[in-house]
């Protein structure tokens, strides 16, 4: 999780990431914790994460509270500044990398190759090894230089999701749309969930949706 807003994606993926019984190395920026601050009233503090982290999956995206039974066994947390932890390797083993929210800064940050912190670090990491990196990048306007970054995560083989949620899976809550970007971050990363209705082509000369 990097410092753009947008903290109610992050939930809903690694919501999703634990319910399809997957392994998760969570690293939290700093300027994310503020941001988690900001939009949660929620502290999220290295000597109590689990306890912070539970508090903020069993929240909706209107703050209001949401169903989360699923275990927090499968999560471990690394500290941004912990340059040494196991991210930081590319002996350490992963499937990929997710970054969301994703903001301009951590976005030039990695495709500059800065490595300021464990996240950048561990972006960096991802890419040489030849793994899957989806960044899903949170801001507007995009202006040139951004663009740029982005164009040389693509080049480098990163898979940039913007987070523009769709209104064709019959939106109705706030946590519809949040979901329809959570849901295509998880595609991207070839993880299975069922956050959103896909489409399934015109029927009768309307849309015809799964249920």
Request: no cysteine; glycine share 12%.
């Amino acid at each position: 999780m990097s410092g753009a807003s947008g903290t109610p994606y992050a939930a809903a993926v690694l919501r999703a990431l634990l319910a399809a019984g997957e392994s998760v190395d969570l690293v939290v920026s700093r300027a994310s914790r503020l941001t988690l601050l900001d939009e949660t009233g929620i502290s999220f503090r290295d000597a109590h994460w689990q306890a912070d982290l539970r508090e903020w999956l069993s929240r909706g995206a209107d703050g209001k509270p949401d169903t989360f039974s699923v275990g927090l066994d499968a999560v471990r947390h690394w500290s941004a500044g912990d340059l040494a932890a196991g991210p930081s390797s590319g002996s350490y083993p992963t499937k990929g990398m997710l970054i969301v929210p994703a903001s301009t800064a951590s976005v030039a940050g990695v495709a500059l190759g800065l490595s300021k912190d464990l996240l950048q670090r561990a972006a960096s990491v991802t890419l040489k090894e030849g793994r899957k990196l989806i960044v899903a990048v949170r801001e507007t306007p995009l202006n040139g230089q951004t663009l740029r970054h982005l164009v040389t995560l693509d080049d480098a083989g990163a898979t940039v999701v913007p987070a523009s949620p769709a209104f064709y899976a019959g939106a109705t809550h706030i946590q519809d749309l949040v979901d329809f970007v959570a849901g295509r971050v998880l595609d991207a990363a070839g993880v299975p969930h069922t956050l959103y209705r896909r489409w399934q082509g015109e029927l009768g000369g309307g849309a015809h949706r799964a249920g």
